[in-house]
Every structure is written in structure tokens, then in C-alpha cells.
């Protein structure tokens, strides 16, 4: 008689992880949802199907509710489908932290827009900042699936992120009383080794309760993830997670195919799926995604990831920015950046939001020089305001982000801090959003506290639409497209200020008038740049005019900030060079800038 083949739980991560791994997340959901069918059709009853960096992305990019995609992905999988969303502990969907208010809304939201599951993850592994969000979870009667996320070290560091340490957090879990209905070790960078994954999972499966449900979630980014879930299926595991063609594989997880193969006559049953059907299922999302251009690296494996432990979904959500920007020949320089940066940061795991903090320091030391400049999420974590990290942080890298950031470091309970934090609150956004003359629901309110101005510009219909099709990067290759002006600009006609919003693909341009726009010196006022006693003030990275602060006529002290830049998801302040008056200033707000462009001139 034949043995029985253990059954497996395959979430499928296609919409979610693998379109963010893929496409840093900016895919049309009336382009997905018949792929979504064929794999209903297909059996898959498991998806991975929003949050994570997936939320935001619809409203920064794609002109798209969150909200409104998760109802029509319920409506087409139907009631019984487990559906699973992505959370970041006391971050949920945000790259800071959220008040107690704000955490308990984004569970009441996900329950009420279709969610069953929410994996949830802390990237310190500070089993704290996990608590009050897994109480509002069960709460409002979503499943739990509690996280302790891992990665393998750089080479030759020590200290954290081992099997020991591991069983340390799980440890702390299960003495903290929180509430879960599973448990996942997430690899966000797919670094970890099989030995290791072999050893994690063993110690789980005998230090957890008898039938808990237990998985690992890995990335083939380091090219060992189908080694990975082999190794923990064999230590005990009861889940893996999967993508389909054309978004498995490179920086996202592996295929499901793939995995299929891998299990072949061995002892496990992967969903009770069919290959004919998965393959049927996968012909479809190729049909769906086949105008989408998809960046080269996204479909590669790196060996070098294990020496910069970068997230596939971070990794080409960055680059996307990065061809934005017009520098991607610098990526190179900051993947090897990574390595120290991830050392002195004290070894939160490279998932979001440390993986983006990791990034954008590393960003930050190719472009202005090592620890010149301290990105505010980075030093806001070594300073503790995010919780403990897993080891102490370069003692001198603390010194310079406090000095740089003007923050004490602290101990103190980020939740605490984040509700004493006016910005943070429920009325406050429904102040913004009333003085906007926007509707005050619980999905606006949420939408705004998550994404900010980006947010309050969608609800007002002034979002790009930022979507890569293949016919736009061959034109641009040919330097007949002008899709990377996508944005909002401010333009002067005849002395009357007007918006302009350029969409890429077929987006209308909209014209609206301009509330704000620095009114250009007549022509016989304006002082030349190699005018005696002018300073130029320049762009030191390219990016986006998001505010500026000094105008013409003001005076001006050296290193005082004159206006603020967007670059790479930072805030990056435009000091002026001397102490003296505001010339001229040379940009608009919303304008895009590249890096060495002058922006203003200091006489």
C-alpha cells in the first residue's frame, strides 16, 4: 500500500509578493483579475493578495483603491478562499510607526475588505511590537499568523540571525501570551541557508504546540529557495509559499511548477495541485502581464545578495525609483554599500521597513560620502524609536545620527511615542481631510495617515498613473518617449500658474489651476549663475521639488535649509552653501531635478 503523502499548504503570492517583487507592485488590477480566476480554476484556494508595500503602491502609482481591489478579488475567489494580507507589527501598511488608534483601524479595514488572514512581522524582531497588534487582529476575528523573520549574515558577521537566536524570539513569543493561529519564518531576502532553515524549523516543530500550523516563506533571489523549502518540509513544515510565471523566480519566490518538480514522487501532496492546471493557470497571468515590461534584475539570481541582503520586493521597487531617476548605473555601488551598512545598523532583518532604511543609507553613503548623511529612517532605528534591535548598533553610527537628527537615543516604547504624536490620530487626518473637502470615512482616514500628501492627492484625483509597459521602454531606448516626465508640475503661461499632470500609457493630461508656484523674476531681474558674488546651489541627488522653503529676496543662513527634495521614498533638505539673500530660485514644486542641477542661487 502506498505511503501517504503529507498535505502541504501552498499559498499562492503571485498578486502580492510577487507583483511587488516583480514590479515593485505597479500592476492594474483590471489586468490581473482574470489570472486571478484561472487560478481559482486551477484549485488554488491559499492567496497572498494585499498589503505589504502592495498598498501603497496602488495609490501612489496606479491611480487604484486598495480598498476597492481586495473587494473584487473576494467577489472573484468567492467566500471560502483563505485570503492573506501582508502586516508590519506596529507599521501595518506604513513605513512608520502607527498609533494604537491606527493599528486597531487597519485590522477593523482588512477584516471588513474581504482579509481571513494576516501575517503578521516585526523586521527587529522585538516580540513587543507585535502584542497590540496581534490583540486587534484576533479582535476583530482575523486569523493570526505570527513571524519571526530571518536572513543569513553578511560574511563575517555574528552576532544575531542563527538557529539559537531563532529559538530565542519563538521563545519569547509563547511567554508573551500573544494569541496566534500560525507561524511563519519569513525570508525576505531568500539569504538564509538550508542548514540553517533545517535546524529553525526542527527547533520550532518541537518547541511549538502540537498541530500549529507551521511554514517558511523565502525568495529565490540568492538562488537557494527551492533548497530552502525542501529542507523544511523535511524538518517538519506545513506550508511554503509560491508564485506562477511570469512573476516567480529572480527576486520573487520560486514557481509553482517548479516546486511540483522538485517534490516529484516524494512524500509530499503541494495542495492537491495538477501540473496541467497550474500550467493552464500561468498561461493566463502570461496573456494578462504580456504589455508589462519587466526589469532584467527581478528575473535573475544574484550570488551577491548573500553580501547585501536586499529584499526582491524592496530590491526592485528601488531600481524602478532608481530608472526613474536616471541613475541606475549607481546600484551597483549600493548593493556593495549594503554590507557595512547592515552591520553598524545592528541587525534588523532586511525586510520592510529596515530593508528600505538599509537601502536608503547605503544610498545615501555612494552619494554624499560614508555616514555624511544619516537617512532619517536608519537613524531613527539605531536610536531606538522603531524597538530594540537584535544586537547594539555601532556606538559612533548612534553618535552621528543623534547629532544629525537632533534625537536622543530612547528605550521608550515606539507606541507610546507614536501616540503622543498629534499627526498620528484619527482626528487628526479627518481634519485633513475635511479641510481638503474630502469625505471623512474610516477607509479615507487611513488611506491619508498611510500615505500621507500621496495619499490626499489621490483622493483629490491628482496621483500619477506610473505603470512600465514594454512599448514605453523600447521608445524611450530610442529616445522617443517622454515617459519618465511622469508627475505634477506647476507651469507659467503669460503670468497665469496652472498644474499639469503627465500620465504615462494612455493617461489624459490634466490641467488645473496652480493654488502654489513661485512666480518668475522678470527676465532683466533675474541674476545670471557666473554673476559676481553668486553661489549656485545644487541638486547632490536627482529627485523630486517637494517644498521649498526660501524664496527670492529672503535672507539665508549657511546650512540652513532653503528647500526639500524626494528621492528614493526620503525627504532630502537642500542646505544653503554661505549666509547671504536668496537670489533666484531655479525649480518649481513637484519638478523633477537631476543630480549637479542648480536649484538656486545665494548672493
Known amino acids: 500500500m502506498a505511503k501517504?503523502?503529507?498535505?502541504i499548504d501552498v499559498m499562492?503570492?503571485?498578486?502580492?509578493?510577487g507583483f511587488q517583487s516583480v514590479f515593485g507592485g505597479r500592476v492594474l488590477m483590471e489586468d490581473f483579475l482574470p489570472a486571478v480566476e484561472a487560478a481559482k480554476e486551477a484549485g488554488i484556494t491559499h492567496f497572498e493578495f494585499g498589503g505589504g508595500a502592495r498598498f501603497q503602491s496602488l495609490f501612489f502609482y496606479l491611480q487604484e483603491n486598495a480598498f476597492d481591489m481586495m473587494d473584487k478579488f473576494r467577489e472573484t475567489v468567492g467566500p471560502d478562499a483563505n485570503l492573506q494580507t501582508l502586516a508590519r507589527g506596529i507599521n501595518t501598511v506604513m513605513l512608520d510607526t502607527g498609533s494604537r488608534e491606527m493599528i486597531d483601524l487597519h485590522a477593523k479595514l482588512f477584516k471588513k475588505h474581504g482579509t481571513t488572514t494576516i501575517r503578521n512581522f516585526d523586521a527587529l524582531n522585538d516580540v513587543d511590537n507585535l502584542a497590540y497588534s496581534a490583540e486587534c487582529i484576533k479582535k476583530h476575528g482575523l486569523k493570526h499568523e505570527v513571524v519571526v523573520t530571518i536572513m543569513d549574515l553578511p560574511p563575517g558577521c555574528h552576532g544575531a540571525h542563527d538557529a539559537p537566536f531563532y529559538e530565542k524570539v519563538l521563545r519569547n513569543i509563547l511567554d508573551s501570551g500573544l494569541e496566534f493561529d500560525s507561524v511563519c519564518f519569513k525570508d525576505?531576502?531568500?539569504?538564509?541557508?538550508?542548514?540553517?532553515?533545517?535546524e529553525t524549523i526542527k527547533m520550532a516543530r518541537k518547541l511549538l504546540p502540537e498541530g500549529t500550523h507551521l511554514r517558511l516563506h523565502t525568495h529565490e533571489t540568492a538562488g537557494v529557495s527551492v533548497a530552502c523549502y525542501l529542507a523544511a518540509l523535511?524538518?517538519?513544515?506545513?506550508?511554503?509559499?509560491?508564485?506562477?510565471h511570469p512573476v516567480s523566480g529572480g527576486t520573487s519566490q520560486p514557481d509553482i511548477l517548479t516546486m511540483l518538480h522538485a517534490t516529484k514522487n516524494g512524500d509530499y501532496d503541494l495542495g492537491g495541485l495538477e501540473l496541467e492546471k497550474i500550467l493552464a493557470y500561468e498561461e493566463v497571468l502570461q496573456e494578462c502581464l504580456k504589455e508589462y515590461f519587466i526589469p532584467p534584475e527581478a528575473t535573475q539570481v544574484s550570488p551577491l545578495i548573500p553580501f547585501s541582503p536586499m529584499p526582491g520586493g524592496a530590491l526592485t521597487a528601488n531600481t524602478q525609483m532608481m530608472r526613474d531617476s536616471g541613475i541606475l548605473h549607481k546600484y551597483p555601488e549600493v548593493i556593495r554599500a549594503m554590507q557595512e551598512v547592515v552591520e553598524k545598523g545592528g541587525y534588523g532583518t532586511s525586510v520592510t521597513p529596515v530593508s528600505q532604511f538599509y537601502w536608503q543609507q547605503a544610498f545615501n553613503n555612494v552619494m554624499f560620502g560614508p555616514w555624511k548623511k544619516i537617512a532619517p529612517g536608519y537613524g531613527r532605528m539605531v536610536l531606538g524609536y522603531f524597538g530594540k534591535t537584535p544586537a547594539e548598533p555601532d556606538a559612533e553610527v548612534v553618535k552621528i545620527a543623534a547629532e544629525q537628527l537632533k534625537l536622543e537615543p530612547t528605550k521608550e516604547n515606539p507606541l507610546d511615542i507614536a501616540d503622543r504624536d498629534e499627526t498620528k490620530s484619527i482626528a487628526y487626518w479627518a481634519k485633513v481631510l475635511e479641510d481638503e473637502g474630502l469625505e471623512s470615512s474610516e477607509e479615507n482616514i487611513f488611506i491619508a495617515a498611510a500615505c500621507d500628501k500621496k495619499g490626499i492627492a489621490f483622493l483629490k484625483g491628482e496621483s500619477p498613473l506610473m505603470v512600465r509597459k514594454k512599448d514605453q521602454e523600447e521608445n524611450k531606448e530610442e529616445g522617443g518617449s517622454m515617459s519618465n516626465a511622469s508627475g505634477v508640475y506647476t507651469v507659467v503661461v503669460n503670468g497665469e500658474k496652472f498644474k499639469v499632470e503627465v500620465a504615462e500609457g494612455e493617461g489624459e493630461i490634466v490641467v488645473k489651476e496652480a493654488t502654489e508656484a513661485p512666480q518668475p523674476a522678470p527676465e532683466s531681474e533675474v541674476p545670471a549663475e557666473n554673476a559676481p558674488g553668486m553661489t549656485e546651489v545644487k541638486a547632490q541627488v536627482p529627485g523630486n521639488v517637494w517644498k521649498i522653503i526660501k524664496n527670492p529676496g529672503e535672507s539665508v543662513e549657511e546650512g540652513e535649509v532653503i528647500m526639500i527634495l524626494e528621492a528614493m521614498k526620503m525627504e532630502i533638505d537642500v542646505p544653503s552653501p554661505k549666509s547671504g539673500t536668496i537670489a533666484k530660485i531655479n525649480v518649481a514644486t513637484n519638478q523633477a531635478v537631476q543630480e549637479g542641477q542648480t536649484l538656486a542661487l545665494v548672493e
Do not use: L
Open 234 to 244: 523535511e524538518a517538519g513544515a506545513d506550508g511554503i509559499d509560491m508564485a506562477a
Open 4 to 7: 501517504k503523502k503529507k498535505y
Open 12 to 17: 499562492d503570492t503571485t498578486f502580492r509578493d
Open 188 to 198: 525576505a531576502s531568500g539569504t538564509s541557508n538550508p542548514n540553517k532553515v533545517y
